[in-house]
């Protein structure tokens, strides 16, 4: 009994500060967005919801932040799971590719973006490829084409810290189940998508939450080269409860900001029941 409380009494400090910093003012935030914002914060509410949604600025911003995500996320999925099998088994400067997979990751942004700036820019390294592949110079920090440096800026950004998580899984499955499946004739692939796959489930699911989770924070990135207002192509939605913010809009920021987490919620449920069921089956 005298543990258990001594457990609580190193617990408390850290539950307090979770308390005081996210649950309450999570909760009070969905009574703000039910308000007017007024003096009296008068009672209105899903009225706030209702015109936040017939928004076309919000909508833009919302399409666009799910777009990129469902782009980016898969992307880092699929590539940080090969590059992992990759360098699953010992191999000659193993290390050094690990660290150079993971240094972006660890880098400030404001390095990486001076780093991109540089690449992307009109006579940088990647119109001077194309300059001499025979094609025209595009103007990748402007428009439309700004989506290819912010995806793949995201994408360099996240894909280290995923492949060593991936290569901690993979180095736990037996590599009895590889050889046996060796013996019966199974190439590459095949072991990779009935052996691997499922034995890394778990770990699979957290890369593919940890992924969409970074993809919903690449406003950063998006705001420094494109500014507060950039094309409409890469309006997030983040944008749109910065620029909220900026104007005093509080009503709408915390309406905005709660629409989108329930379908980031509601997003999480449908993989962790595809998980579940994965699970089921497999078993």
Not at 65 to 78: D, G, R, W
Not at 138 to 155: M, Q, T
Not at 194 to 222: G, H, Y
């Amino acid at each position: 009994m005298f543990r258990k409380r001594s457990v609580w009494l190193y617990l408390l400090p850290g539950m307090i500060g979770l308390l005081a910093f996210y649950l309450v003012p999570f909760v009070w935030g969905i009574w703000f967005s039910l308000t007017d914002g007024s003096i009296d914060n008068n009672f209105v509410g899903f009225a706030n919801y209702q015109r936040v949604w017939q928004n076309e600025v919000f909508r833009l911003g919302l399409k666009n932040t799910i777009e990129l995500s469902l782009l980016c996320a898969p992307v880092i999925f699929v590539l940080s799971f090969l590059l992992a099998g990759m360098l699953r088994k010992p191999i000659a400067g193993g290390g050094f590719f690990r660290n150079a997979l993971l240094m972006p990751y660890l880098m400030p942004s404001s390095a990486m973006l001076i780093i991109w700036l540089l690449v992307f820019d009109y006579g940088g390294v990647v119109n001077r490829l194309l300059v001499a592949l025979g094609q025209g110079r595009v103007f990748w920090l402007e428009g439309g084409a700004l989506r290819v440096p912010i995806v793949l800026l995201y994408i360099w950004k996240n894909l280290g810290f995923s492949v060593v998580i991936f290569t901690a899984a993979l180095q736990a499955v037996p590599e009895s189940l590889y050889e046996y499946a060796s013996l019966e004739g199974a190439g590459w692939l095949r072991r990779e998508i009935s052996i691997t796959l499922p034995q890394v489930l778990p770990t699979a699911f957290l890369v593919l939450v940890l992924a969409i989770v970074n993809a919903f924070k690449i406003f950063k990135e998006v705001y420094f080269i494109g500014g507060a207002y950039p094309d409409q192509s890469i309006y997030t939605l983040q944008h749109y409860m910065n620029n909220k913010f900026s104007k005093l809009d509080y009503q709408d920021v915390t309406t905005a900001a709660y629409s989108f987490a329930v379908i980031v919620i509601a997003l999480f449920l449908l993989m962790y029941r595809t998980k579940s069921v994965r699970q089921g089956e497999a078993a």
